[in-house]
């Protein structure tokens, strides 16, 4: 199986995982010590992000000299609760182009539903949780990994949406 996978572009490998289902365990303290690892990198892609831990230790983790970028989905990004968020990040010195971008699928140019974080091109969190207050009284699954192929398909799925938004969604942009 793994032969006829891999060769049809599938990401295999082994991976130590972590799985929790919100809201029936609380995945707070789990998330919280996963973004607070990092040492080098972050890379996040999120539908929708109202939480303070997120954006306080994406902040932190900026201040420390860690290379972080983030992807906002251009429907909730432009929403009353996360533009506060948003609007934190740039009076921490965030600039949207080189810190974060707003944006949406390249094919539909809808919502960009991805929910995944990456640190140091190795760790990945991903499932179905919005990095939201809702999402973890809600059922989501949450999904921690070490799993560097996974990490580095992903970072290239990142990279290739960042270079789209920039190049074709400038409206989306917060301007300063």
Known sequence: MTSVLGSIGVVTGAATQTRLVTPYQNTTPAFTAFLGSAHTSIRSMIYSATLAVYFD?????????????????????????????????????????????????????????????????????????????????????????????WAQYLESIFDQLWTWILQHEPAYQITP
């Open 57 to 149: 230790t994406l902040i932190q983790a900026k201040q420390h000299g860690l290379d972080v970028k983030v992807i906002f989905d251009h429907s909730q990004a432009g929403g009353h609760a996360e533009k506060a968020d948003l609007n934190k990040l740039l009076a921490a010195g965030w600039v949207d182009g080189k810190d974060f971008v707003i944006g949406t699928s390249p094919v539909q140019h809808q919502i960009c539903h991805i929910k995944a974080t990456v640190i140091d091109h190795r760790w990945v969190e991903d499932g179905s949780l919005n990095y939201s207050y809702s999402g973890l009284n809600e059922v989501n699954t949450v999904c921690f990994s070490d799993w560097a192929e």
